[in-house]
């Protein structure tokens, strides 16, 4: 049978080789012209299992180029490793009706393995595309072989890039029976065609046709639209651990085997360890102490090689050396916190997906390990690889995710808790006076919450003058004269950064010989309003609250000619409520905004393109004052 | 045998990058070691640091085959239409569009041309191989040209090296002569770029021509052509929105950069939407001319109208409805690098605003009239008022692309005056109402 396939095999290539240099421009349909750069006329996969470390994965891809737009779609790029050898390629090149241009091989591509990290094995080989004419078409055949370590098969996702359609597919896979192998369809139902025989199983599927989909203001991530078939394992091999991928419970089984030893610290090391944690009189206080101490002589650095893209380095070695990744520095903190006896989970999480497929288990929906500290009735989750946040602080990346706690037959997926905030992420407030020519005297304080104030959390270790030119940006004042600059944070249960600033500027406002013109807002200006286009992506919103607190005081001399009304505009998925208040000679503005996170279907953005534009006109509508 | 040099450097100041800076490094206090020449076993001295002549002999040198090259398109160029072309500039134009039809840049910029006969097969190479390209082309066509050698400006300034070397230079293009002897320069990788317009990054004030013919090189500039910007609009008020036509002429780097722009969203409808988005307005008609590859004239007639503020009885216009230049980009106090603007250029914008019936201007806007102490850089803002006209004329002009940071506060200065202005606000009021 193992003779067959292999016959079957060659028959299919043998074919595609054929078209290869006879191509055919096929007449398509409108629905996969419309709005594609690029359309993909071929892309069939075909992978030979041979045993749990050796596969071969044969593929051709064709693809017409409409556009220049779609320049890039023609390049060919791949991944290599130690464990991943390219053993053939050839790329043809055809003009609009179908005559070859010219062929490349092997030779003409290009390997980098540049990388902006420490140290990873991946090579990239590619070869970039350039022709002076549109449409074009080019054909990529070319083999990859696995040998060692594998742990995935290549996911089917042939369309892989906005404006691109989709034609013929295949993905085929032959795998020994007793290995097995699960898939998981996304955004489609593909044709399956499954086979078993003599101890082997083969699967075939085919995905329906995809009209190109252009990519637009708050459009879903691809996973969520793109048609695509995930393939793993069900049995293997990695790091001379074998495992099985059958469910994530498996998965934390074979990574905590994985992981079997590399929790150990030095006699020295665990002596240090007792030192800093003897004066600590709660378990609490002593995860802090240590995670003080990993704060201090740690720094963050990536390093993959082979299985250490999933093992964690030894707990001594990062002790010793001061750097690790993110695995390396999770792993150290758990095996310091086992060290004093307290209980310590290693987890991995991904830092872009919320939720993971449940019933899917596989490596590639991870990408980041952090741990925790289950003490009771207090949970503490510690981000190893960011020293600067606060302790115990959960950051944008991974609040409210799923995670695998990696611990052995108890490994199971959690549910990072949902930051909370008790406020709006952005609040602005100010105060401000003018002089006769419009000058303006301004007290600000802003405060950022969440993920806001990870970003502004860089301007800890900042200069005064950086944190002056900062407020002349944020102002726009840019000939703001400001006496000082304050950045403070709060790190309590819910942090809280805030930046606390006077200026004196010249030009705030505009004066004639009868009025003063200011603007309502002066950080009215960063919004921009959504455009309602003929969309049918739903909206992928994600969530943010700005408030905005100020007070002006009416000149002396000079009342109120021109004032912005109340406006109070909702929906459910956002909101813009103005209240302007007038008592004293002070005029009183509270601005809140607030995007509420989901996925939106495409019929409310016209709602919202018109909230977005109310918003946007009140933020920068100005205040006449008049003689 | 040797020479040990020992160097100690006190007080070196760190450099941070900067905006209106393409090589930080030319501001980098630094120590430099350049390789003057090597011995080989059993050969001479081989000399690699040189003068500038020598540098330009190895560049003839190395081009030898290159500058003799066939052109690949002799049978076709028969094809090409020169009817319409007025001038050698035209000429040229004409065959860099062609050659962009056969050969497309690929992304890099190089000084040397390896696969010549590649990059015609495939359609595909530098921008140096199409540019030796071109040369063949222009040769046989009888107009005389050469290559002009550059340092790109994120390579860094070609002034500050002492010790000249063929790395000194990483890329070339075309220096041709038109019929009056009068030279001109060309790239041929992007052909957004026409005749005497360049890249950004192209712009240089040193590079150097070198006369394959005689041998000779000189020193020259690649920005010595003026871009300009002209405005006219026209603003009348209707149901409490400015209803506007505009008129706009741009050349040279504003041309090709508002091309470029263009192609990259290759959608006349998103064009539009962008512009609309961009300065709050509603367009009701657009009429682009010139858009062509290396069109180095484009013209824009557009309506359109946008909110403007008003109670009952008064009207608050910001003329400068469409100005881009509404913001200081020099936002620190002080600076310790030099400012380099991208190009030389100037701009002309002209307001005419009709006042409406039943209206009357209540206040208007002040002229003013600045420029720096060398009268390279300066604006001038003048306001006439006749029956229900009100007219502006903006003009800025900028002659120099590079300031010392001694000049820093006149320049930073001179823009807060700029974007001051550009936000003036003119208000009429209803006749009869007193306010």
Redo the contacts between chains.
């Keep these: 049978m193992k003779r067959n396939l292999v016959l079957t095999t060659i028959v299919i290539f043998t074919t595609f080789l054929i078209k290869a240099v006879n191509i055919d421009i096929p007449v398509l349909p409108d629905s996969l012209t419309r709005g594609a750069n690029s359309i993909v006329l071929n892309d069939h996969t075909n992978i030979q299992v041979t045993n749990i470390s050796t596969a071969t994965i044969s593929r051709i891809r064709s693809l017409m180029i409409v ?3 779609g320049e890039a779609h023609a390049d060919f790029k791949i991944m290599l490793d130690k464990s991943t050898l390219l053993k053939r390629f050839k790329g043809s ?1 055809y003009d609009s009706t179908g005559n070859i ?2 062929e490349i091989g092997k030779n003409d591509l290009t390997s980098s393995e540049y990388s902006p990290y420490l140290a990873v094995d991946n090579v990239i080989c590619s070869y ?6 549109y449409p074009f078409i080019v054909t990529y055949e070319w083999e990859e072989r696995k040998t060692g370590d594998i742990l995935s098969y290549p996911t089917f996702d042939p369309v892989e890039f906005d404006s691109q359609s989709l034609v013929n597919n295949s993905y085929s896979i032959h795998i020994p029976q007793d290995m097995g192998c699960r898939h998981l369809a996304l955004n489609c139902i593909p044709k399956i065609n499954e086979e078993r025989t003599m101890g082997w199983v083969s699967y075939k599927f085919e995905l329906p046709h995809f009209s190109a989909l252009e990519n637009v203001e708050y459009s879903p991530e691809a996973r969520q639209i793109v048609p695509m078939v995930m393939m793993n394992p069900i049995l293997f091999e990695a790091g001379g651990v074998r495992g099985k991928l059958s469910s994530w419970k498996e998965m934390g089984i074979w990574l905590t085997k994985l992981g079997e030893g590399q929790d150990l610290l030095t006699t020295e090391q665990i002596q240090k360890v007792n030192e800093l944690t003897s004066d600590c009189k709660t378990n609490r206080e002593k995860v802090k102490a240590l995670y003080e101490h990993l704060r201090n002589t740690t720094r963050y650095v990536n390093i993959s090689l082979g299985i250490g893209g999933l093992r964690p380095e030894r707990a001594s070695d990062v002790a010793t050396r001061g750097f690790g990744d993110c695995k390396a520095l999770s792993n150290y903190m758990c095996a310091m916190l086992r060290a004093i006896g307290l209980p310590a989970e290693y987890v991995v999480i991904s830092t872009d997906r919320e939720t993971i497929y449940k019933d899917y288990a596989s490596f590639g929906q991870f990408n980041h390990a952090v741990m925790r500290v289950p003490l009771p009735n207090d949970t503490i989750w510690l981000e190893c690889t960011a020293p600067t946040l606060p302790f115990g602080y959960i950051h944008s990346k991974i609040s409210g995710h799923e995670a695998l706690v990696v611990d052995g037959e108890n490994s199971r997926i959690v549910k990072v808790p949902e930051r909370k905030l008790d406020g709006p992420e952005i609040h602005k407030k100010y105060w401000v006076e003018f002089t006769s020519d419009a000058s303006a005297y301004s007290i600000v304080e802003e405060t950022f919450r969440g993920k806001y104030f990870e970003a502004e959390h860089r301007f800890k270790q900042t200069s005064v003058k950086d944190l ?2 900062r407020a ?2 944020e102002t ?1 004042l ?2 703001a004269l400001l006496p000082n600059g304050c950045y403070s944070e709060d790190t309590s249960e819910s942090p809280k950064c805030k930046f606390t600033y006077n200026f004196f500027a010249p ?1 705030y406002g ?1 004066v ?4 003063i ?1 200011v603007p309502c807002n002066m950080f009215g200006w960063s919004f ?2 959504y ?1 309602h ?1 003929q969309r049918t992506l739903p909206l992928n919103i994600p969530y943010k609250t700005v408030y905005y607190d100020i007070t002006i005081k009416i000149p002396e001399g000079y009342r109120i ?2 004032l912005p009304a109340d406006v109070t505009e909702t929906s459910d998925i956002c909101s813009f409520i103005q209240q302007v208040n007038v008592s004293d000679r002070l005029i009183h503005i509270t601005q809140s905004l607030q995007f509420n996170k989901g996925m939106y279907p495409a019929d409310i953005s016209q709602r919202f393109a018109e909230i977005t534009s109310i918003m ?2 009140q933020l ?3 205040i ?1 004052f ?1 003689k | 045998m040797g020479t040990k040099i020992e160097a100690e450097v006190d007080q070196m100041p760190s450099i941070k990058d900067d905006d209106f800076v393409y090589c930080v490094n030319d501001y980098c206090a630094m120590l430099v070691f350049e390789l003057a020449g090597f011995y080989l076993p059993g050969s001479n001295y081989h000399s690699i640091a040189s003068s500038w002549s020598d540098v330009c002999g190895n560049f003839i040198k190395i081009w030898d085959e290159k500058l003799n090259l066939k052109n690949p398109y002799k049978a076709e160029m028969r094809n090409i239409d020169f009817s319409y072309c007025k001038n050698t500039l035209d000429s040229v134009n004409r065959c860099a569009e062609f050659l ?8 890099i910029y190089d000084i040397d041309c390896k696969d010549f006969k590649e990059s015609v ?4 190479g530098s921008n140096s191989t199409m540019n030796f390209v071109l040369i063949s082309m222009l040769k046989d066509l009888g107009i005389q040209c050469h290559p002009l050698v550059i340092r790109t400006r994120d390579y860094g300034n070609l002034l500050r090296i002492k010790n000249p070397s063929l790395s000194s230079f990483n890329t070339m293009i075309v220096q041709f002569i038109d019929s009056f002897g009068n030279s001109h320069y060309i790239d041929c990788s992007d052909n957004i770029y026409g005749v005497d317009v360049l890249p950004e990054n192209m712009i240089v004030n040193a590079a150097i021509s070198i006369d394959t013919s005689s041998g000779t090189f000189s020193m020259t500039s690649t920005n010595r052509k003026l871009s300009t910007e002209r405005k006219k609009i026209d603003i009348r008020i209707e149901d409490n929105k400015a209803v506007c036509n505009a008129d706009i002429g741009l050349t040279g780097q504003h041309a090709a950069n508002f091309q470029k722009h263009y ?1 990259e969203i ?1 959608d006349s409808i998103k064009f539009v ?1 962008e512009i ?2 961009k300065f ?1 307005i509603d367009i009701s008609h657009l009429d682009i001319e010139g858009l062509h590859p290396r069109s180095d004239n484009i013209r824009i007639r557009t309506s359109f109208s946008c ?1 403007i ?3 009952d009885s ?1 009207i ?1 216009l910001t003329p400068m409805l469409i100005e881009s230049v509404s ?2 980009p ?4 002080t600076r310790d690098k030099p400012v380099e603007f991208p190009f030389i250029d100037g701009t002309t914008t002209v307001f005419t605003i009709h006042i409406p019936d039943g209206y009357e201007l ?4 002040h002229p003013l009239s600045i420029k720096n102490a060398t009268d390279d850089l300066s604006f001038d803002y003048n306001v006439s008022i006749s029956d229900n006209l009100v007219m502006i004329v903006a003009k800025y002009k900028n002659m120099r692309d590079l300031y010392a940071q001694t000049e820093y506060s006149d320049l ?1 200065y001179i ?2 005056l700029m ?2 202005k550009c ?3 003119i ?1 009429l009021k209803k006749k009869n109402i007193s ?1």
Excluded: C, P
Excluded at chain 1, 128 to 133: E, R
Excluded at chain 2, 330 to 333: P, Q
Excluded at chain 2, 362 to 365: G, L
């Design positions: 556009n220049e737009k090149i241009i010219f970039d595309l350039n022709m002076a004419s002056q030119e002349r940006k726009q840019t000939s030009q505009k004639d010989d009868k009025r013109f921009n309003k455009t286009h000619e021109a946007v006109k920068s509508s100005k006449v008049v | 962009s039809k056969h050969i497309r840049w690929n992304g097969l495939r359609e595909s192609n290759n939407t609309s988005d709050e909110d503020t008003h109670t008064v608050y913001k200081n020099f936002i620190s106090e209540d206040s208007s806007t930073r823009f807060d974007a001051d936000s003036d606000i208000v306010l």
